[in-house]
C-alpha cells in the first residue's frame, strides 16, 4: 500500500516539495526555482529533485499562487458579466471608500478592471428582496448577451451575477444552462455557485474574479495532473484552501476562487498544528518568502479567520485566514525615491532574481543585503547546491544605494534591513496592538526562507519574548499542508433580528446548508459518518457594518446566542452594549479528518552545541550596530537541550537564523530553535 504524503507549495520564487513517510514519520525537503511561464514544470522538477516514487504516494497536496499571480498580473482570460438590466455596472462602480493606504492621495485612481464595459450587460429578469420572481427571466436576453459577448467582444469566460439570488438562486441556474446549450465551449461561473451571501458588488466582485482564473487554473490542474499520472501517481490530489482546510483538484477547478491565499495557509495550518504540540495558545505566525512577508494570529490555539478577502482592491466573499500581507521579501527591491531609502514591493522574484543569482538581476534586494552583511554563506545557499555572486550583489548595492547616500556598503545593507523592519512593525502591529492584542504576550514562529533572517531583530523591536524556528522552516508552508484536513464551508444569509427570529427557520436554514456541506465531503471521498459539521452564526449589533462570528450549538436561544456574542465582543472590543442584535449569516464548516504528521521527540544530547560549530564569520550585529564575528552552527547537528548566545548563525542550507549579541538560542525536544533573550539582556 502507498504510504508516502507529498506536498508541494509554489512561491514567487521558489517550489517547495516535502515528503511524509507514514511508517517511519521521516520527513525529506527540497526546492527548486519557480517557472513562472509554465508553473507546472517546477513543481513537477522539484518532485523530480527530491527523488520521490510517485507510485508510492498515497496523496499529494498542493498550495499555488496561481490564480493570486494571475489577477496581480492581468493574466487571466478575457472575462464578461451578465447581470439584470440597469445593473450591468455594479461590478465597475464598486464601492466609493479610497484605500486606507491611499486616503490623502488626491491622485490615487483605481488599478484598470478586469472586465471592458462593453463586455458587461444586462438581461430582463428580477426577483424581489426576499427572493420572490417580480418579473422572469427572458431566455432570448440571456441567449442574445451571450452571443454579443462571444462572438463580438471575445470572451471566453461568463460571470452570472443577479440582484438578490442569494435567496433564490433560479434565475442565475437557468441563465448558466442557457449559455452552456449555446456556447459549450464558454467557462461560464454562477454567483450562488460560490457563495450565498448578500452585498451585490461583493458576490459580483467574487464571481468575476472566479471568471477570469478559472480557465487558466483548469489548464494548470489538467497539466500537473497529466505530468504526475505519468510519472505514476495514483493517489488523492488535493489542493489547499485560502481558509484553511483542502479539497479535491476536481473541485478546486470549479472553485478556483477558494485557492488564491492557499500558499499562505498552508503555513497557518501548520502554525496551529505546532502551536497545540508546544502548548503556545497565542502565537504570531511570521513567513517571509522571495516576494512577500505574510503574518497571522493564532488565539487560543485556532487562526483567526475572515470570511472576506481581499485581492488588490477587489473584495472576495471567501472564507480565508486573517493574514497581513506586505510586499517585502528576499527578492524585494531596495531603491530611492527622491532620495529616500525603500524596501519593495517591487520584487526581483524568480526571473532574473536577485543580483547574487547571477541571472540577469541588476538591481539590489532584500537577499543581496544579506549576503552583503554576512548572514548568508555564498558556498553553502540551498545546501550548495546554488552558488551565489556575493562581490556582483556588494557592486550593486555600492552603486546604486550606498554611493548616492554617502554611505559604506554594509551601513547600506544594514539600513535596509532597517527599512524592512519598520515596515515589517507595521504589518504585526496592524492584526495586534489595533486589534487589541498585546504582541508581548505572544510568540514568534518563524518561517519561510528569510523568516528566522528577521524574526529575531523583530522581537527585539517589539519586546516579543521568544522566537520559535521550527525544522526546515523554508518547507515549513508545505509541511504544513500535510495536517490540512478536507474542507468545505457553506453560507445562507437569512438578516434577522436576534429578537425576532423563528428558531424553526434558523434550524431548517442550518440544517439545508449542513446537507450540502456534507454531501460536498461525501463527493471528495469522505465518509457521513467522518464528517464533523461545525455551525455559526454572523452577527452585529443592529445598525453596525461589521459583524462577528459567534460559534454556536443546537441550542440557538436568543439568551444563548447573546450571552456568546457579548462574550466576544468584549474580548475583541473591551464592552458590550445592550442594542439588538441582528443575524447576517448562517454558516456551516464541514470537515474531513485526515491523520495529522507527527511532531517527533527527540533523545536530549550532552548540551554541549560545540559538535555543531562549523566556524567563524564577520557578520553584522544589530545588538551592537557593527560588524562583528559570529559563531557559525550546523543545525543538523544540534541537539534538543544544546544552548548558545549571540551573536551566531544557525545555517540549514535553506534558511539561517541571525541571532544578535544579547539573545540566547535553545533547542527544545522537538528539535525548534527558542531565540529568547539572555538574562543579562533582559535586566
Avoid at 83 to 107: C, I, K, T, W
Avoid at 369 to 390: E, I, K, N
Wanted: hydrophobic share 40%; charged share 25%.
Amino acid at each position: 500500500m502507498p504510504a508516502i504524503r507529498l506536498a508541494v507549495d509554489i512561491g514567487g520564487t521558489f517550489v517547495d516539495a516535502m515528503e511524509l513517510d507514514t511508517r517511519t514519520h521521516a520527513v525529506r525537503f527540497r526546492k527548486a526555482p519557480t517557472t513562472p511561464a509554465r508553473p507546472w514544470e517546477g513543481v513537477l522538477t522539484v518532485v523530480e529533485l527530491l527523488g520521490t516514487d510517485l507510485r508510492e504516494v498515497e496523496l499529494f497536496i498542493h498550495g499555488t499562487t496561481l490564480g493570486l499571480n494571475a489577477v496581480l498580473e492581468r493574466r487571466g482570460e478575457t472575462t464578461g458579466i451578465i447581470a439584470n438590466e440597469g445593473f450591468r455596472d455594479v461590478f465597475l462602480l464598486g464601492r466609493g471608500n479610497v484605500p486606507s493606504d491611499h486616503m490623502y492621495d488626491f491622485q490615487y485612481q483605481r488599478p484598470e478592471s478586469l472586465v471592458r464595459r462593453a463586455a458587461t450587460i444586462g438581461v430582463r429578469g428580477r426577483l424581489d428582496y426576499k427572493g420572490r420572481v417580480v418579473e422572469d427571466l427572458d431566455p432570448d436576453d440571456v441567449r442574445e448577451a451571450a452571443r454579443i459577448l462571444v462572438e463580438e467582444q471575445g470572451v471566453r469566460t461568463i460571470a452570472v451575477c443577479f440582484l438578490h439570488s442569494y435567496l433564490n438562486p433560479e434565475h442565475e441556474k437557468q441563465a448558466a444552462r442557457l449559455i452552456r446549450e449555446a456556447y459549450p465551449q464558454v467557462t461560464v461561473s454562477v454567483s450562488t455557485d460560490i457563495v450565498r451571501e448578500y452585498r451585490e458588488y461583493e458576490r459580483t466582485s467574487t464571481t468575476v474574479l472566479d471568471a477570469y482564473i478559472r480557465p487558466i487554473f483548469e489548464r494548470y490542474v489538467d497539466r500537473l495532473e497529466a505530468g504526475l499520472a505519468e510519472d505514476g501517481f495514483d493517489g488523492r490530489f488535493l489542493i489547499m484552501r485560502s481558509g484553511g482546510g483542502s479539497m479535491t483538484s476536481g473541485v478546486a477547478k470549479t472553485s478556483p476562487m477558494h485557492t488564491v491565499l492557499s500558499g499562505p495557509a498552508g503555513g497557518i495550518v501548520g502554525a496551529a498544528h505546532v502551536a497545540a504540540a508546544l502548548g503556545r495558545d497565542n502565537l504570531l505566525t511570521f513567513d517571509i518568502g522571495g516576494t512577500s512577508l505574510d503574518t497571522c494570529v493564532i488565539e487560543r490555539g485556532a487562526a483567526v479567520a475572515a470570511y472576506e478577502a481581499k485581492l488588490e482592491h477587489f473584495p472576495l466573499l471567501i472564507p480565508a485566514y486573517d493574514i497581513r500581507t506586505i510586499g517585502a521579501g528576499g527578492g524585494s527591491v531596495a531603491h530611492l525615491d527622491r532620495g529616500l531609502l525603500k524596501v519593495g514591493p517591487q520584487s526581483a522574484g524568480a526571473d532574473p532574481g536577485p543580483v547574487c543569482y547571477g541571472r540577469g538581476g541588476t538591481r539590489p534586494t532584500v537577499t543581496d543585503a544579506a549576503v552583503t552583511l554576512g548572514y548568508v554563506d555564498p558556498d553553502r545557499f540551498l545546501g550548495g547546491d546554488m552558488r551565489l555572486h556575493d562581490e556582483a550583489a556588494r557592486d550593486a548595492l555600492r552603486e546604486q544605494i550606498a554611493e548616492p547616500l554617502g554611505l559604506g556598503v554594509e551601513a547600506a545593507a544594514a539600513g535596509i534591513f532597517d527599512v524592512l523592519l519598520a515596515r515589517t512593525v507595521g504589518a504585526v502591529r496592524q492584526i495586534t496592538v489595533e486589534r487589541g492584542h498585546d504582541p508581548r504576550v505572544f510568540s514568534l514562529l518563524a518561517f519561510g526562507g528569510a523568516g528566522p533572517l528577521l524574526a529575531p531583530l523583530l522581537a527585539r523591536e517589539m519586546g516579543i519574548p521568544e522566537v520559535i524556528v521550527p525544522f526546515a522552516p523554508s518547507g515549513f508552508s508545505a509541511w504544513g499542508m500535510l495536517a490540512a484536513d478536507i474542507v468545505d464551508d457553506v453560507s445562507r444569509t437569512v438578516m434577522v433580528t436576534l429578537e425576532d427570529a423563528d428558531l424553526a427557520a434558523l434550524e431548517s436554514v442550518f440544517a439545508e446548508a449542513a446537507a450540502e456541506a456534507a454531501a460536498s465531503l461525501a463527493a471528495q471521498g469522505i465518509p457521513a459518518g467522518q464528517a464533523v459539521l461545525e455551525r455559526a452564526m454572523e452577527v452585529r449589533y443592529l445598525g453596525q457594518e461589521h459583524s462577528l462570528t459567534v460559534p454556536v450549538g443546537r441550542d440557538l436561544r436568543p439568551d444563548v446566542v447573546r450571552a456568546a456574542f457579548e462574550e466576544l465582543h468584549h474580548a475583541r472590543y473591551g464592552h458590550v452594549m445592550d442594542n439588538q442584535l441582528q443575524i447576517l449569516n448562517l454558516r456551516v464548516r464541514g470537515i474531513g479528518r485526515i491523520e495529522k504528521p507527527e511532531l517527533p521527540r527527540h533523545a536530549p544530547g550532552d548540551g554541549d552545541p560545540g559538535r555543531a560549530r562549523t566556524g567563524r564569520r564577520d557578520a553584522y550585529d544589530f545588538g551592537t550596530r557593527a560588524v562583528t564575528e559570529f559563531a557559525v552552527y550546523d543545525r543538523a547537528k544540534l541537539e534538543p537541550g544544546d544552548a548558545l548566545d549571540g551573536p551566531a548563525l544557525i545555517d540549514e542550507g535553506t534558511s539561517t537564523t541571525v541571532v544578535h549579541s544579547g539573545q540566547r538560542v535553545q533547542v527544545d525536544p522537538f528539535g525548534h530553535l527558542l531565540v529568547t533573550l539572555t538574562p543579562e539582556a533582559r535586566a
